[in-house]
Nanobody
Framework: QVQLVESGGGLVQPGGSLRLSCAASRSIVSFEAMGWYRQVPGKERELVAGFTSGGGRNYAIKYAGSVKGRFTISRDNAKNTVYLQMNSLKPDDTALYYC?????????WGKGTLVTVSS
């Protein structure tokens, strides 16, 4: 099992930046997948950015088309933490952002952190 704690959400003006953090309760080095999803009321949860393991410490990265060039996912294995740097934020980025981790087979979710982009 793994616990995930997100932080870094908040209110930001359009064009602004935020950095989300997701701290896991144990080593994330060998996780099959880890990343960020978001959800707005009435819509399905969607992948924002994520790592998938390529074996060893090789990871593939995937971004949603709507955030490419604006968001960057990164990780610090020593801190068991994944980050999401969000730049040039738009009102459409307003959502509850969830961290997701899949050590082996079963996936786990954090409780989410709210990002509101508004003037």
């Amino acid at each position: 099992q793994v616990q995930l704690v997100e932080s870094g959400g908040g209110l930001v003006q359009p064009g602004g930046s935020l950095r989300l953090s997701c701290a896991a309760s144990r080593s994330i080095v060998s996780f099959e997948a880890m990343g960020w999803y978001r959800q707005v009321p009435g819509k399905e949860r969607e992948l924002v950015a994520g790592f998938t393991s390529g074996g060893g410490r090789n990871y593939a990265i995937k971004y949603a088309g709507s955030v490419k060039g604006r968001f960057t996912i990164s990780r610090d294995n020593a801190k068991n933490t994944v980050y999401l740097q969000m730049n040039s934020l738009k009102p459409d980025d307003t959502a509850l952002y969830y961290c997701y981790a899949q050590p082996v087979g079963m996936g786990y979710w954090g409780k989410g952190t709210l990002v509101t982009v508004s003037s």
